[in-house]
């Protein structure tokens, strides 16, 4: 019989968290208890992904008539309720939380509705004082969006905020040029809101294949969002009535109402425009401002640096290849230990977490070639090394087209899609795959299982094309574009 009251403690609820607990309980027989302090499912679930999907769908759907009359239907424009839509999101993410909890008690995880924090190496508190002790500690709990230091910072809301908006801003300035950012770009100006970005760098979505990024920067653009590269906020206070008085300069416009009750400069309700300055001295007025801005490990306040937890510069749990920390009791994984944060890299590392503790199977994490998406419209869908990263490893071939696709270009628009394979020369092997098209995170899924099995630009050559589709062409681009 075991000393301790549980064999696995897990601080955190998010889709790391739940798989750790709900394997190393149904599939190991380990007893488990897991903390949660705020709703369960996490970022991903309740204020990431899933949320954002489903805006990503809600604002697909402006589009539609226009092509539709293209098709020949008799279809109207619509207007989008953003009161209907959020109050289905809500309801469909207290489902989801509520799945999530039935599947931890279904599998016997004891679940605590409160924050915790280490006292010692097998001992975690509770917020009401109670202490539980575990032979092992599990900490899986996420991050959060940051602001930048700035005066007034809190005048501007995070990713978070965006779903429990009362209302659609008309304008809207994102700060950042990450997934965060253009992901909200595209979705909010899909649903009418007039959309700027700002962006510090010289092209959004740093770290993605260049060509990509470029199209995507582009696509944004011709779809109406004012994005400016090389641009940052300097300054920003809520806007007085006078700031409405010179059009200047002015790159959006504050609802009438705003403007006739004016807003005193300590007015920090969350309520009403913002007046902003940006590096190039430009000024406006928005109805909100998003800082998307990166995010944070939430490690903060939870005991670790008395225990001698080592943590990086970012707060992020330093662990090994099977997430040990310095205490080996105690093991990270997700967002906070701030390695490719993306949820189904969490699952993963929960389930190589029980594998290695719980099955005496040791089993590291293998972070190489993760496939992922940007949902930005049209999304890009990526795996690999971009042109750039793999130029500076070996030489490469690229193979690259872009096109109008047939869906769209039968209803007059200009849209482009991009595919682009990076190989390379010594070895043919598919180093990298990048498509910009409606859809690319499905293609790039089933693309991706290819590549990490090693596939080459032969086998890609050799599998038949599945005629008419955009993904076609992804096995039919004979000739090198350039070698570098
Ligand atoms: P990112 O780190 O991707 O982007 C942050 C952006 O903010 C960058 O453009 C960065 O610029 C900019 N920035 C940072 N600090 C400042 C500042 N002080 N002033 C102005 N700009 C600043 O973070 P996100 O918040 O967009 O996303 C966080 C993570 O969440 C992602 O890395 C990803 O792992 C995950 N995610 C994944 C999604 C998906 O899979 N589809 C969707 C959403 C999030 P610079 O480039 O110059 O550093």
């Known amino acids: ?27 190991a027989g380990a007893k488990v208890a897991l903390a949660e302090e705020s709703r369960y499912g996490g970022t991903c679930v309740i204020r990431g992904c899933v949320p954002k999907k489903l805006m990503v769908f809600a604002s697909g759907y402006g589009d539609m008539p226009a092509e539709a009359r293209a098709y020949g239907w008799d279809i109207a424009d619509g207007s989008f309720d953003w009161t209907k839509f959020s109050g289905k999101l809500n309801q469909e993410l207290d489902r989801l939380e509520q799945v999530y ?57 995070v990713s978070d905020d965006i779903f429990h908006l009362p209302e659609l ?19 909010l100006q899909g649903l009418g809101v007039k959309v700027t970005q700002y962006y510090r760098g010289a092209q959004i979505l740093r770290g993605f294949d260049d060509e990509a990024r470029g199209l995507i920067a582009e696509s944004m653009r011709e779809r109406g969002i004012d994005l400016h590269t090389g641009t940052n906020i300097v300054e920003m206070r809520r806007a007085l009535p006078e700031d409405y008085e010179d059009d200047d300069g002015h790159m959006a416009t504050a609802p009438v109402e705003a403007r006739q009750i ?9 309520q009403g425009p913002v007046w902003v300055k940006a590096t190039n001295g430009r000024t406006g007025i928005f109805d909100q401002v998003l800082f998307a ?9 939870m005991g670790l640096e008395d225990l001698g937890i080592e ?49 005496n199977n040791p089993t590291p994490v293998d972070h190489d070639l ?17 042109e750039e990263a793999a130029r500076e490893q070996e030489p490469v071939d690229i193979f ?41 995170g499905e293609m790039i899924q089933l693309a991706g299982i290819a590549i990490k099995m090693g596939a080459t630009k032969a086998d890609f050559d050799r599998t038949v094309a599945v005629h008419p589709t955009m993904s076609e062409e992804i096995v039919t681009m004979r000739n090198p574009v350039r070698s570098a």
């Open 400 to 440: 690259c087209t872009s096109f109008r696709p047939m869906q769209s270009a039968f209803a007059g628009q200009s849209a482009r899609v991009l595919m682009k394979l990076v190989v390379s020369k010594e070895t043919d092997k598919v180093l990298g795959c990048h498509i910009v098209a409606p859809n690319a």
């Open 311 to 359: 943590l990086g510069r970012n707060g992020q749990i330093a662990v090994d290849e099977f997430s040990a920390t310095s205490v080996p009791s105690i093991h990270a994984i997700g967002d906070v230990t701030d390695r490719v944060n993306l949820t189904p890299v969490a699952i993963r590392e929960g389930m190589a977490y029980v594998e290695t503790v719980f099955k």
């Open 370 to 386: 993760i496939p992922s998406a940007v949902f930005t419209q049209p999304e890009m869908g990526t795996v690999g090394l971009s």
């Open 101 to 157: 909890r039935n599947l931890l008690s279904g599998s016997g995880v004891e679940m605590f509705d409160c924050r915790a924090r280490l006292k010692d190496a097998h001992t975690v508190v509770l917020d009401d004082g109670t202490e539980k002790t575990a032979k092992n500690v599990l900490i899986a709990t996420g991050g959060r969006p940051v602001r930048p230091e700035m005066e007034n910072a809190g005048l501007g809301i």
């Open 1 to 27: 019989m075991s000393d301790y009251d549980y064999d696995l403690f897990v601080i955190g609820g998010g889709s790391g968290g739940v798989r750790a607990a709900r394997v190393a309980a149904g599939e």
């Open 169 to 187: 801003p008309k304008s809207i300035l994102i700060i950042g040029g990450g997934y965060i950012a253009c992901e909200f770009a595209c979705i």
């Open 262 to 270: 004016g807003r005193r400069e300590d007015d920090t309700d969350g």
């Open 293 to 301: 801005t990166g995010r944070r490990p939430n490690s903060a306040d």
